[in-house]
């Protein structure tokens, strides 16, 4: 939480007013199976928008279909303000991109591929460069594919961040990463994020770094997003309790926005969205020995919400 | 841009090379047979004018096809478009790349039969008669076989975008070594430069709408 902290008191001042990504009404089919169905999403300038979601939940899809490199089946998608079908040179100038397995020029040695980026990339910024060669340590004398995947990620990132980019797309960019390698990504990302305006959208499978860096989280599910709010909202609106019943657990709380229930003898643990004191009465009515919270972790909530009922959890 | 086509070029340079290896040679075997016997000729022609033709015909669609199979299966392009570069850009360079090839190999070559001429043209009255006919020749000969060249390298760009290795590979040469006998059938002129043309536009119209608006 330490480095959160410190990027919420390097960001105070930041502007957070402009959609850098707006996704309308989206939707994808592969082969006439649905993988994204009707997602909205909006992403204002400076925040760190951590997308979560499971395996082939479609998240990859996503930011393709922002990046113009995969086209949408209905909807509308906007980046900096211009159709994602329609990027420019400009617009892809000040889109820093890290893909999933790091799309790098494999037959390339990796002094030739920086070359090849530092000629096109208007806003290069060489000293930074030098200072990730050296903090990771790439070797430029090596072809890539000779490169171990750490290695192919850490030198994507640095090609990634070097260009100075307005918005940076993460897709599962610390794949390979050792423990030490992700924090120094990380601490790198907040580089990034302490140059005013600058926005990050982050897909990962290791929540703890998105817990760490993200101010906003969406959630997607069978291809929906089915969470969108900020990351302390979500906190503060799924919660989990455990219930202990003098006698047996009763049938039915009439409580609504369970997301999940589990019931053993007399005891009772259920998840909840917006949990608030009408709730509590309710729980209350059938005089439980004892209503203990238990505490979530972004682990435990996303958990939770990629269970088979995600509607019920969708946040405004 | 510039980069984008020195990229294509050292990416793709065994294709230049061979292009300039295969100008070279014919050049070469030209002077001789010109200067040599005329029963020569006919066996030049045969000898290293057809295996040439060949060649071609497998190299230059191969050359459209190495470039656009290797970025569908390498990526290259998500690559690119993650930098400066839009998928335009990526597309035209590697058709301005192509065309580079052809004219590396069809170059030398037109200069050095216009050379020839002049120096074996009967001189005199008549001699710039001749010189204007057959200038005109050559450059109809340029014409065409830079339109069936550049038709032959389309193939390859509209074959090549596939993770299929059977297509690419039989794809584009096939369908050259079904095009490149219209010239045996229509010869040198107007019609056939007409009918290159349509072809050429055709293929690229379809190159570019597959490569603008499918997945990278």
């Known amino acids: 939480m330490q480095l959160k902290n410190s990027i919420g008191l390097q960001r105070k001042g930041g502007r957070m007013n402009e959609n850098v990504i707006r996704v309308e009404n989206l939707v994808k089919y592969f082969d006439g199976r649905c993988v994204l ?34 086209p949408p089946t209905r909807g509308q998608t906007l980046l900096l303000g211009a159709e994602s079908t329609n990027l420019s040179a ?45 903090t990771f340590r790439l070797p430029m004398d090596r072809k890539v594919r000779e490169l171990s995947i750490g290695m192919r990620a850490k030198l994507n990132l640095s090609l990634a961040m070097a260009i100075e980019p ?50 906003r989280i969406g959630i997607i599910t069978a291809g929906k997003l089915v969470v969108d709010c900020g990351l302390e909202e979500l906190k503060e609106r799924v919660k989990k ?14 409580l609504t926005e369970i997301i999940n229930q589990q019931i053993e003898g007399r005891e009772m643990v259920i998840t ?45 | 841009m510039f980069t984008l086509i020195k990229r294509e070029i050292e990416d793709h340079i065994g294709y230049f090379i061979g292009a300039g290896f295969l100008s070279g040679i014919l ?47 390498r990526r290259i392009s998500v690559f690119l478009c993650g930098l400066s570069v839009t998928r335009g850009q990526i597309l035209t360079v ?14 030398p070559l037109t200069i050095t039969a216009m050379v020839l001429l002049r120096i074996f043209m009967p001189a005199g009255r008549i001699y710039s008669l001749y010189s204007s006919v057959a200038s005109g020749f050559i450059f109809d000969i ?59 536009a055709a293929s690229l119209v379809r190159t570019w709408h597959r490569f603008m608006s499918t997945s990278l």
């Open chain 2, 27 to 73: 050049i070469i075997v030209s002077i001789f047979a010109i200067s040599a016997q005329e029963a020569s000729v006919a066996v030049v022609f045969v000898g290293f004018y057809i295996p040439v033709i060949i060649m071609l015909m497998i190299g230059l669609p191969g050359m459209g096809v190495s470039q656009m199979y290797t970025d569908r299966t």
């Open chain 2, 94 to 107: 590697r058709i301005i790349t192509g065309i580079l090839a052809i004219l590396t190999f069809l170059v």
């Open chain 1, 37 to 70: 169905d009707s997602i909205n999403l909006k992403v204002p300038q400076g925040c760190i928008y951590g997308l979560l979601g499971r395996n082939a939940a479609g998240k990859t899809t996503i930011i393709r279909i922002l990046l113009g490199h995969e």
């Open chain 1, 241 to 254: 309790f455990r219930l202990i019943f003098p006698e047996s657990v009763p049938a039915n709380l009439h």
């Open chain 1, 166 to 215: 307005e918005l940076l797309i993460l897709d599962d960019p610390t794949l390979g990463l050792d423990t030490v390698a992700r924090r120094q990504f990380l601490e790198l990302a907040i580089d990034v994020i302490q140059k005013q305006g600058r926005t990050i959208l982050f897909s990962s499978h290791i929540l703890g770094d998105v817990e760490r860096i993200a101010d």
């Open chain 2, 142 to 200: 340029f014409i065409t076989a830079f339109l069936m060249s550049f038709a032959c390298y389309c193939l390859g760009l509209q074959t090549g975008w596939t993770s299929s290795r059977i297509t690419p590979t039989l794809g584009g040469v096939a369908l050259a070594f079904v095009l490149v006998p219209l010239i045996i059938v229509k010869g040198f002129g107007l019609h056939i430069v007409v009918i290159l043309v349509l072809f050429i």
């Open chain 1, 272 to 316: 909840v969205v917006n949990w608030n004191q009408q709730k509590q009465a309710l729980v209350d009515v059938f005089k439980p020995s004892s209503c203990t919270e238990i505490p979530m972790s972004l682990e435990d909530i996303f958990i939770e919400c990629t269970k088979p009922n995600p509607e019920s959890i969708a946040c405004s």
């Open chain 1, 90 to 134: 400009k617009i892809h100038s000040q889109i820093g991109y890290v893909a999933e397995g790091h799309n790098l020029i494999q037959n390339y040695k990796v002094g030739r591929l920086v070359k090849l980026c530092k000629a096109l990339s208007p806003q290069w910024n060489d000293e930074f460069f030098k200072h990730l060669t050296e």
